[in-house]
């Protein structure tokens, strides 16, 4: 019996060393990753019900871990240069999800959302405890949304927002956008495109609403009409036996997708703010050098009216 006692702790004490030698060199190699000038590789370990450990890479000098937080990121402005170096490693990583950039942006949109509601489910943020009082989502960047099954609205649409940058084409530019209402966060992607021949179309896609140019896309199982993205883990199977049909702002249903281009930036905000059961209070826009903050839907409507090529750095 002895004997036996011996041999399992000897097990044991070689499984500990094992797990602990894995450990250092996952944390070595993190440490080893070379990212942009004054920037850092930090493990930081959240505790709530259970211990999260979650890695932020390429930290910009000077920003603080708790910028990774949703709600501090989006409500305390020393965060936002966070946000846009967020946006640029989005677009990195979002270069392995194939959505083709020969099509028009209407019809990536359409692609890109097909490909979330099949994959990927509206989640709950994930919610922490920061320092022991105050709660946040965690935000994901796109392999980490990936890997979970779905995220939040603000991670589904940093996904979105890097598989669109990561694939746009000429005269193409694209927002993230953090509509706020109190504590709540809702994210979404806005595009612009500026038409060779003048004047310009204006896009907005919201991934946890599988809303895009003016329609939602909803899984119809017998009667009932459902948000794929409200489906997760095993219930997507329930995908395979339903019927997608796009919904337009009239209610009406159309089994194929057929997507309206808005050339008014005002009509193309409203539209979406339609389909949201509460207005937001505020509008923070940003992409990978710069950030707007607007307290009215107008405002940012008559801001993206007025953009230019020059403004964005394209001209």
């Not at 002895?2 to 060393?17: N, R, S």
């Not at 694939?167 to 504590?183: C, I, N, S, W």
């Not at 008014?264 to 950030?291: C, G, M, T």
Request: aromatic share 10%; with cysteine; hydrophobic share 40%.
């Amino acid at each position: 019996m002895e004997t036996v006692e011996k041999i399992w702790l000897a097990t044991l004490l070689g499984l500990v060393v094992a797990v602990l030698v894995a450990s250092i060199w996952v944390i070595a190699s993190l440490g080893g990753k070379t990212g942009c000038k004054g920037s850092t590789t930090t493990l930081v370990t959240v505790t709530s019900t259970t211990t999260v450990t979650h890695t932020i890479a390429k930290v910009p000098e000077g920003v603080t871990p708790s910028c990774w937080y949703s709600g501090i990121a989006f409500t305390n402005k020393s965060c936002y240069v966070f946000v846009e170096h967020l946006l640029s490693l989005a677009a990195q990583e979002a270069k392995s999800v194939a959505v083709a950039p020969k099509y028009p942006v209407e019809l990536r949109i359409a692609r890109l959302a097909e490909w979330m509601s099949r994959r990927l489910c509206h989640l709950d943020d994930p919610y922490v405890r920061v320092r022991g009082s105050v709660t946040h989502g965690v935000l994901e960047l796109p392999n980490e949304t990936i890997t979970s099954g779905g995220g939040g609205s603000d991670d589904l649409a940093l996904l979105a927002y890097g598989v669109l940058e990561a694939t746009k084409r000429q005269y193409e530019h694209f927002f993230y956008v953090a509509a706020l209402r109190g504590d709540e966060v809702h994210a979404i992607v806005l595009g612009v495109f500026f038409e060779p021949r003048g004047g310009k179309s204006y896009h907005v896609f919201d991934p946890a609403a599988l809303y895009f140019e003016g329609v939602v896309m909803r899984a119809r199982l017998g009667e009932t009409l459902v948000n794929p993205m409200d489906l997760c883990g095993d219930a997507k199977d329930l995908l395979r036996v339903s019927k997608t049909v796009y919904i337009d702002s009239s209610g009406y249903e159309h089994g194929t997708v057929t997507v309206q281009t808005y050339y008014d930036a005002y009509e193309a905000i409203a539209a979406w703010l339609n389909r949201l059961p509460a207005r937001p209070e505020k509008y923070i826009v940003f992409d990978q050098h710069s950030y707007h903050v607007f307290r009215y839907a107008d405002e940012l409507a008559e801001w993206l009216q007025k953009l230019s090529l020059q403004d964005i750095g394209a001209g």
